[in-house]
């Protein structure tokens, strides 16, 4: 830290001894050595081409294991992503504004703010320090970062002093309205944070890593990995039940940091003033941010989201996952609410983020199509027109008549139902069904092989021989009656681990008696019509990729009731000519993969069912040739491994099946997608094929004929 200082000493221009006096910094070594250590690292700095106050945030941030991270949701802003919010909020800044970081880490966000509002200029800068930036955390080390790279910038230290006697080191959470009204009477002029994300509440498995224990997700538990575990949970519960008291917001789900930071963030930005977050996306799709999107929308004037990928690794996690930059601005008391949302998508480059142009969703359409505000993730005018004609013309769950109405179950918890599980079958044991076991169409498309959770090895089965070879076998007596009453029916299960930009989203197969279900995949029946039709017609629907399109606008990483029951199936009545079609579709293709060894034309054949199930649904939601092609757009991994044509860069075969089929059903011309179609056939290439159960084999499928192991 003490190098880095002499750095910032160097770029700001001012005294090394001078600045370690005024902020109490002992000196570990004589200043000429500090200072050419600090020539060295700033000559490292240059060659980066990154700002070089923003370089000393990265630098001084402190050292968090994974541990750390997990449980306290702490992950530092990348300084892509702190210049993207900067240019956003920091030309509206007034000389004299407050922008408040409650959470500021390294300082990094602030740090960019100022580098924006006052452009190089020193005199400026000197003020806008002494005026206009407060920060908190609850690390003295991270404060001292924050300091250190905002120094960079002058050679005032007396207004780095005076910046500094404004900071907080504090649970910023938990601090009283005094401690913020002492800073800014009215409210901040402009509100910037990177907020933990996690959730208030502790798990055994981040508890046992926490301590130092390897070990995979899903694994068995040790009595004695376990000890100060009830504790440790007890402290963390109460901490939740005390900010659930003081942010409404969190109220309806399982308290997490982010909601309540932004819940503050509403709080303590004055009217007319401004916010910018960096938070899951979640926040537009979970059931449990309700409240916090329409206290959102309710107190803005403005209010626009970007929706990143991690993609760019910003962060130490799943590069799928999905997260916002967030932009509001706050509502002054009478003043009209916001009337159109902002949806903006954004890529990373080495240097810099580039945003698309924005899509404005009304809000009295949003709130007609889904009255709970989730926001659909459409990147373009265009798809927004597609969503809304596709749910306008279609039915919810709510507006079903009976027969209809689905009910969703969890039939055995795979936590706390594991001291019920064996891995022999046994009598009195019954086979448990697991997400990477069902497929579209197809339960048992993968076979165990050996290990236990994540580490667990599976065999992936080939098209036609589908078996059920679990990992696990559950006690009938342990399941409760609900769950016992259910397995003796047929169903329709389906798999919730899933993503956006995943080959297919959304992967659903009958689920037939004797057979029981994880909570990896809910089971889907009608009460109100218990016929196998019914089941099929559901079945055919939501595995068809019009259906699979609507649901990637509101998905995350998983599929479940509530994600499900807010896109609007097609009105199709199940006495009609197309449900009866998609009924008998769907039972040729339960029955095509227990068929035994398959051929090239039974694949060919399961393709065009598939294909014209797909046009069956599109027609029903009132699509056109049009729409279809932007629907296939989102799918870009479908065909991955399929061979590809002399003029194609990858295999549009699925894409020219589709396509063709709907031509075909409209009397039309078959066009190139038809010549396509055909000479992807003679290089061997078969359409609606999932990479994962067509690698090595395609040209010869008498080898695609035994299920491995």
């Not at 500090?34 to 700095?45: E, F, H, S």
């Not at 130490?316 to 930059?325: E, G, S």
Request: aromatic share 8%; charged share 25%.
């Amino acid at each position: 830290m003490q190098v880095l200082e002499a750095v910032a000493a160097r770029i700001g221009g001012f005294g090394l001894e001078a600045f370690q006096s005024r902020f109490g910094v002992d000196p570990i070594e004589k200043q000429g050595e500090l200072l050419d250590q600090a020539r060295v690292v700033l000559r490292c700095i240059d060659h980066t081409g990154i700002h070089p106050a923003l370089c000393l945030s990265v630098l001084a941030r402190e050292a968090l294991d994974a541990s750390v991270r997990r449980t306290e949701g702490a992950y530092h802003t990348d300084f892509r992503l702190a210049q993207y919010l900067a240019e956003g909020i920091g030309t509206k800044l007034k000389p004299d504004a407050k922008i408040l970081d409650p959470a500021c880490g390294a300082g990094i966000l602030l740090t960019a703010v100022s580098i924006v509002a006052c452009r190089s200029d020193r005199a400026k800068t000197s003020d806008w320090l002494r005026h206009s930036i407060y920060a908190a955390d609850l690390s003295p080390i991270a404060l001292r970062g924050t300091l250190l790279s905002l120094s960079a910038l002058t050679d005032d230290i007396d207004s780095l002093e005076a910046m500094r006697q404004k900071w907080r080191i504090q649970d910023s959470l938990l601090a009283e309205d005094e401690v913020w009204h002492s800073m800014a009477h009215d409210g901040f002029d402009a509100f910037i944070a990177n907020p933990p994300w996690e959730k208030v509440k502790l798990t055994r498995h981040e508890f046992i890593k926490a301590n130092g224990s390897e070990r995979h997700y899903g694994s068995s538990y040790s009595d004695e990995g376990l000890a100060g575990y009830d504790i440790a949970r007890a402290r963390k519960a109460n901490l939740a039940a005390n900010l659930v008291i003081k942010y409404p917001s969190l109220i309806g789900g399982e308290p997490d940091f982010y909601v309540a930071f932004a819940d503050m963030a509403l709080k303590l930005t004055r009217f007319g003033g401004i916010g910018a977050l960096i938070v899951p996306g979640g926040l537009i799709r979970s059931k449990n941010t309700q409240s916090l999107r329409r206290k959102l929308i309710e107190n803005s004037k403005e209010l626009s989201f970007t929706i990143m990928s991690n993609k760019a690794r910003h962060f130490a996690i799943d590069t799928r996952f999905k997260f916002l930059l967030v932009n509001y601005t706050k509502a002054d008391a009478g003043v009209k609410k916001v009337h159109r949302i902002g949806m903006m998508h954004a890529h990373t480059s080495d240097d810099r983020i580039m945003a698309s142009s924005k899509t404005n969703i009304p809000l009295r359409a949003l709130r007609e199509l889904r009255p709970d505000l989730t926001l659909p993730e459409v990147r373009t005018a265009s798809e927004w027109r597609l969503f809304e004609r596709m749910q306008c013309r279609s039915i919810t769950d709510l507006a079903d008549p009976l027969p209809c109405k689905a009910a969703f179950c969890r039939e055995v918890d795979m936590t706390r139902d594991r001291p019920h599980f064996v891995r022999e079958p046994q009598p009195d044991y019954l086979p448990l069904v697991e997400g990477r076991m069902v497929h579209l169409h197809r339960l048992g498309c993968k076979a165990y092989a050996f290990g236990e959770g994540r580490s667990a090895r599976w065999r992936s089965c080939p098209p036609g021989r589908s078996v059920i070879r679990p990992q696990f076998w559950v006690w009938k007596d342990a399941l409760s009656p609900q769950a016992a009453e259910r397995v003796r029916r047929t169903r329709v299960g389906f798999c919730d681990i899933t993503g956006q930009t995943n080959e297919r989203s959304m992967m659903a197969a009958i689920i037939p008696p004797g057979l029981v279900c994880g909570n990896k995949v809910p089971t889907v029946e009608f009460p109100n019509d218990r016929s196998e039709e019914r089941l099929l017609l559901w079945l055919a629907v939501v595995n068809s990729l019009p259906f699979d399109w609507l649901i990637r606008r509101v998905v995350t990483t998983t599929v479940n009731y509530f994600v499900l029951s807010s896109v609007r199936l097609p009105s199709l009545d199940m006495g009609s000519s197309p449900a009866r079609r998609l009924v008998e579709i769907a039972r040729r293709l339960k029955d095509l993969d227990s068929k035994g060894d398959v051929s090239l034309a039974d694949c060919w054949h399961t393709a065009s069912l598939r294909a014209e199930a797909d046009v069956i649904v599109a027609s029903a939601y009132g699509c056109n040739e049009d729409d279809l092609w932007m629907i296939i757009d989102d799918f870009p991994l479908l065909d991955r491994e399929q061979p590809s044509l002399p003029e194609s860069s990858k295999s549009t075969v699925t894409a020219d099946m589709l396509i063709s089929t709907w031509r075909h059903q409209k009397k039309c011309p078959g066009g190139d997608s038809f010549r396509r179609l055909r000479e992807a056939e003679k290089l061997g290439a078969v359409p609606y094929l999932s990479s994962e159960f067509s690698r090595g084999s395609l040209g010869t499928f008498s080898k695609i004929g035994r299920c491995p192991g």
